[in-house]
């Protein structure tokens, strides 16, 4: 039973999505300004002439897209943006618009230039995504009144107001939608070095002495993902002061992180479990998800959207045609 239970704390530590109790801390993490928000370079470079040259123009920010992988900072860019500009932000989630008057209720209550934040936004419905095209495009919302031949269509004139998409699935986003964005911005995952500086900074922010070599212990285990890495501290954190340690050090790290089964490359235990079952039942594959999932009895869909995501990238499992196939790399951890 506590190995099960330590399992399923490992798979959510590792895991990008944000889980319940990252919200409260991603909001005390979250940075407030361009010079606070660490790594993407490029992208705030563009963010920021964009943002310049509106403000010369007097005019309202055009509509921008983030689009990347899981807990690489789409949503604290989405603050950075309102704070840089001075302006109020809305934010909901695709699925939480269920309704075209869902939309229109927080449009009309939009101030001139704020800024409207939908996470998810690939998870739309066609209805609520149809009704965004007009108020996107003409800042206008269009209500039918009545049905069939004696139906009536009102148009309401909205503030002109920013709309911030933020998608770790652009591919499912429909064209029409996708092109009406002026801006499209692709987060990628961090160097080790920018989570170490974003470690350092949220370990100040939580009073918890971090050495340089304790921020390098939990940045090179983290994924390059800074809310995994977050994640990973508080639970350093917790370890150090139990265990009364004042300071986190490298080896202080090292300890708490094994002790939650996670590796020096960040793999978790099931991780570890999948590459060994392609490579030890399967001679190393290729084999069948359906039939990997079958063996560690996982959901196929759990193993595709949420596993192999990371062993794929990081070059320890491929794809191909005929299945899953493990890689020379895979070696090294089993």
Request: aromatic share 6%; with cysteine.
């Amino acid at each position: 039973m506590e190995e099960a239970e330590l399992s399923s704390n490992t798979t959510i530590l590792t895991q990008p999505r944000i889980q319940p109790e990252d919200v409260r801390e991603d909001n005390t993490f979250r940075p407030k300004t361009f010079s606070d928000f660490i790594g993407q370079t490029a992208t705030k470079q563009n963010l920021e002439i964009l943002i310049q040259a509106t403000q010369e123009r007097q005019q309202t920010l055009e509509h921008i897209l983030f689009y990347g992988p899981p807990g690489l900072g789409k949503t604290s860019l989405a603050y950075v943006v309102a704070q840089a500009l001075g302006v109020q932000i809305k934010i909901t989630s695709g699925p939480a618009l269920e309704r075209a008057g869902d939309v229109a209720s927080i449009l009309c209550n939009l101030s001139p230039g704020s800024i409207f934040f939908i996470d998810e936004i690939h998870r739309l419905n066609r209805t609520v995504e149809e009704v965004l095209y007009p108020a996107m495009e003409d800042f206008a919302f269009d209500i039918v009144l009545g049905k069939g031949p004696a139906a009536k269509t009102l148009r309401l004139d909205l503030p002109r107001f920013t709309l911030i998409g933020a998608t770790t699935r652009i591919g499912q986003l429909s064209a029409p939608l996708r092109d009406r964005f002026g801006g499209h911005f692709h987060l990628d995952f961090y160097e080790i070095g920018d989570i170490e500086k974003i470690l350092a900074r949220s370990a100040k922010i939580m009073a918890a002495p971090l050495e340089t070599t304790g921020a390098k212990e939990v940045a090179r285990r983290s994924r390059r993902t800074p809310r995994i890495a977050n994640r990973l501290l508080r639970r350093v954190r917790d370890y150090a002061q139990v265990h009364r340690e004042r300071v986190i050090t490298a080896e202080i790290a090292s300890r708490a992180l094994e002790l939650l089964r996670i590796d020096p490359f960040g793999l978790d235990k099931i991780d570890r479990e999948l590459l060994a079952t392609i490579a030890n039942k399967f001679q190393g594959g290729p084999v069948g998800l359906s039939t990997i999932a079958a063996s560690l009895g996982e959901d196929m869909q759990t193993i595709e959207e949420v596993y192999e995501p990371y062993l794929i990238r990081e070059g320890w499992l491929e794809r191909t045609p005929r299945g899953r196939k493990t890689t020379a790399r895979s070696a090294e951890v089993l």
